[in-house]
């Protein structure tokens, strides 16, 4: 193999490696984003004084999610128009900086903005990265889909203690330089992002033949599913401390073993979906999350922490599986819009949460809210099974 050879293969290998490291972590950027700021959440209430009051301090860590929600159509249609890894050469500098924006600004209004900016950087990262993902054959999307969503939890495990220790001894606004590892990445990343060719688009394809509108069920169906696994995740101290589990280290193991468990359900979704289709693949994670729900009314604590495992590793199997299925749904044509509309179905499941399950809780209480929940997801999944299993296609 001559010089010119061997220099252009590896090229082409650390053309890869860029590519692949650009994909698996988009999803620990968006752990990041909730995990840095939450263990100083108390402390940024104290130094903003009965300006934030407690409605502001929440806002630190919703506003995100709004920003994602807000700009998860326009990032799709960006991508469209100008190309996954372009928009990850925008995108990363900008979730960078307004991440690390609160080691500097001394108002609330200005921390939020950033978080809100942050927010839309992100549903750009996330759509790129779901549609350099969708290039990919089906095999290697379900592989990718899952060590994503696994590191994403893996990130959230680590960020947060040390985002706490940091916090306990830099101060509050410590942690939020952790947001500049994006910068590092995107340095990294940088020779190969501008090297990437700009798409030739012409409006014919931006807009399809065929309409979104054949995705809407499918995407109601990724906002409800989430807004039942946010639930938990809001609820579950509760039921914890009503076993007893009451200080902050308990809860805190309980959290460690949470995202252990949600990365091992992730990692399933590549092994299961080779044998079954992505279809049963939800009726059967649908099933297994109602199972969990319910066991989480238990009284006894070793059977709560069994719904703890089961409920969190139907919700870590749930987001690839809702990824690959909104992706081979949309097809070449729509999967870059696609890829940003699953993001805002994802993240408005988590704000319409407290909508759909206050009544309930109104009701039943909070172990009633589960026992409802998980009768309803038990009830979707078995529908959904008699109905394929019944269909004449």
Not at 99 to 125: E, F, H, K, N, P
Not at 177 to 204: D, E, F, M, N
Not at 230 to 252: K, N
Request: hydrophobic share 55%; aromatic share 8%.
């Amino acid at each position: 193999m001559s010089n010119a050879e061997k220099n252009a293969a590896r090229s082409t290998s650390a053309s890869a490696a860029a590519l692949l490291m650009l994909i698996l972590l988009s999803d620990p950027l968006q752990a990041l984003l909730f995990a840095c700021p939450a263990p100083v959440l108390t402390t940024i209430g104290q130094h903003f004084g009965s300006s934030a009051g407690l409605f502001g301090v929440q806002m630190i860590m919703s506003t995100p999610g709004l920003g994602i929600i807000l700009a998860g159509w326009p990032a799709g249609r960006l991508v469209q128009r100008f190309g996954a890894l372009r928009m990850q050469a925008f995108a990363l500098p900008i979730y960078a900086l307004c991440g690390a924006a609160g080691l500097v600004v001394d108002s609330l209004g200005a921390l939020l903005l950033s978080r809100l900016l942050q927010g839309c950087a992100t549903a750009c990262i996330a759509s790129s990265a779901l549609t350099l993902v969708a290039e990919r054959g089906a095999q290697s999307q379900a592989r990718l889909l899952s060590w994503q969503a696994a590191l994403g939890a893996l990130a959230g495990l680590l960020i947060l203690p040390l985002a706490g220790w940091l916090g306990e001894t830099q101060g509050w606004r410590a942690p939020f330089g952790i947001y500049l590892l994006a910068l590092l990445l995107w340095l990294v990343a940088l020779p190969w992002l501008i090297r990437a060719p700009a798409l030739q688009y012409r409006p014919k394809d931006a807009e399809p033949n065929h309409s979104l509108l054949h995705l809407w069920p499918l995407l109601l169906a990724v906002v409800v599913i989430f807004s039942a696994i946010f639930m938990r995740a809001t609820l579950q101290p509760f039921v914890l401390a009503d076993v007893g589990l009451t200080r902050p280290i308990e809860q805190a193991w309980v959290l460690t073993l949470d995202c252990l468990v949600n990365a091992l359900g992730a990692l399933t979704f590549a092994f299961v979906v080779r044998r079954i289709s992505p279809q049963r693949c939800l009726h059967l994670c649908l099933l297994i999350l109602g199972a969990g729900d319910i066991l989480l009314c238990a009284s006894s604590l070793p059977m709560l922490l069994a719904g703890i495992c089961i409920s969190t590793a139907a919700a870590g199997f749930a987001g690839p599986c809702l990824a690959h299925m909104v992706l081979n749904r949309a097809g070449p044509a729509l999967r870059r819009t696609a890829s940003g509309l699953m993001f805002t179905a994802i993240y408005l499941g988590d704000f319409i949460n407290p909508v759909l399950t206050g009544p309930l809780r109104q009701l039943f209480g909070i172990h009633g809210v589960f026992v409802a929940v998980g009768v309803l997801c038990i009830a979707g999944g078995a529908v959904g099974a008699v109905r394929k299993r019944w269909s004449p296609t």
